[in-house]
T-cell receptor
Framework: DAGVTQSPTHLIKTRGQQVTLRCSPK?????VSWYQQALGQGPQFIFQ???????QRGNFPDRFSGHQFPNYSSELNVNALLLGDSALYLC?????????????FGSGTRLTVV | AQSVTQPDIHITVSEGASLELRCNYS??????LFWYVQSPGQGLQLLLK??????LVQGIKGFEAEFKRSQSSFNLRKPSVHWSDAAEYFC??????????FGTGTRLKVLA
C-alpha cells in the first residue's frame, strides 16, 4: 500500500518565479494538508483540502494557494517566490471524517529559492 | 494562544539508556496530542497519539507517552534507546479543527 507520494523531491527556483508541488494521498484518505518546515523548525500549517475545497488555512499569504482534484490528489502553488520560502514542504493525508486520526506524511519537497 | 514547547533542542544518550523527551502544550480545550519522528531528509512518522482515556499511551518502536493535564505535559519515554532511534522528535497538538501545531523539535543523538 503506497503511502503519501510527493513530487518533485527537490526543486531550485529563482526569486520571483512560481512553483507547483504535487501530492498523492494514501489510499483511502480523502483529506490533504500542507505544511512548511523551515530549517531547524517544526512544520507550520499552510492549509487543508477536503472535498476539493480549502477547509482551513494557516497564517500564510495569498501567494500560497492550492487545489484538490476529484481523485483527492493535491497541488500547492506558490507565486512570486521569496528567499524565505525556501523550506521542506510536507503533504499529509488523513481520513476526512476523523481529522485527528493522525496524519500520514510524505517525504516532502525540498524547495530552494535563490 | 495555542502552542507547543519542547524545551530540549538537543539530547544525547548512550545506547541502552532510558530516554525522556519533554513536551508542554497550551490549549484551552481537551487536547489531541501526538508525537512524530523525522529521520534526516524524510517526512514525519506517527509514534503515538492521545485523545482520551488512559493517560499512558503506547506507541510504535517501544515508545510510550504520559499525558498529565495538571502539568500540561505529554512527555515521550523509551526504556532502552537503540542507535536507530537517532532522529528528530516532534510533539504536536490538534488545535481547533483539523490543524496541528508542532513544537520546534528535539534532536536525539545516540552514542554507541
Amino acid at each position: 500500500d503506497a503511502g503519501v507520494t510527493q513530487s518533485p523531491t527537490h526543486l531550485i527556483k529563482t526569486r520571483g518565479q512560481q512553483v507547483t508541488l504535487r501530492c498523492s494521498p494514501k489510499s483511502g484518505h480523502d483529506t490533504v494538508s500542507w505544511y512548511q518546515q523551515a530549517l531547524g523548525q517544526g512544520p507550520q500549517f499552510i492549509f487543508q483540502y477536503y472535498e476539493e475545497e480549502e477547509r482551513q488555512r494557516g497564517n500564510f499569504p495569498d501567494r500560497f494557494s492550492g487545489h484538490q482534484f476529484p481523485n483527492y490528489s493535491s497541488e500547492l502553488n506558490v507565486n512570486a517566490l521569496l528567499l524565505g520560502d525556501s523550506a521542506l514542504y510536507l503533504c499529509a493525508s488523513s481520513p476526512g471524517r476523523d481529522p485527528f486520526y493522525g496524519y500520514t506524511f510524505g517525504s516532502g519537497t525540498r524547495l530552494t529559492v535563490v | 494562544a495555542q502552542s507547543v514547547t519542547q524545551p530540549d533542542i538537543h539530547i544525547t544518550v548512550s545506547e541502552g539508556a532510558s530516554l525522556e523527551l519533554r513536551c508542554n502544550y497550551s490549549y484551552g480545550a481537551t487536547p489531541y496530542l501526538f508525537w512524530y519522528v523525522q529521520s534526516p531528509g524524510q517526512g514525519l512518522q506517527l509514534l503515538l497519539k492521545y485523545f482520551s482515556g488512559d493517560t499512558l499511551v503506547q506507541g510504535i518502536k517501544g515508545f510510550e507517552a504520559e499525558f498529565k493535564r495538571s502539568q500540561s505535559s505529554f512527555n515521550l519515554r523509551k526504556p532502552s534507546v537503540h542507535w536507530s532511534d537517532a532522529a528528530e522528535y516532534f510533539c504536536a497538538v490538534g488545535a481547533g479543527t483539523y490543524k496541528y501545531i508542532f513544537g520546534t523539535g528535539t534532536r536525539l543523538k545516540v552514542l554507541a
